[in-house]
């Protein structure tokens, strides 16, 4: 299906970020990543995301896309960038972007 081929390639893209995954497996996609990181917040932050985004784009009849969740990611990390400004969090922010804004 195309949702094994989605969760791969978004393996690969975290992977290319220095966010060590080796497999999103159906566990870790339900339940999210238990370690307590910032990767690991990072991670299942990502994982709600794709999930969010093959969920709405199955509604439409679109194949979802890793670019869709990127575009997502983006969006989001802007607003939480937005909120942490108003809650002068900014640093929190940004250590838990950080691998996805080198």
Known sequence: MYTKAFWSATTSWLNNHNIQVDK?????????????NLDSNLLNHIIILGKYTIYIYRKKNIKPSLSLLKAKTTQIRKLDLFIAKKNKKKAF?????????I
């Open 93 to 101: 922010h940004y250590r838990k972007w950080q691998e996805m804004l």
């Open 24 to 36: 999103l497996n159906e566990i870790t996609i339900l339940f999210g990543c238990f370690n307590n």
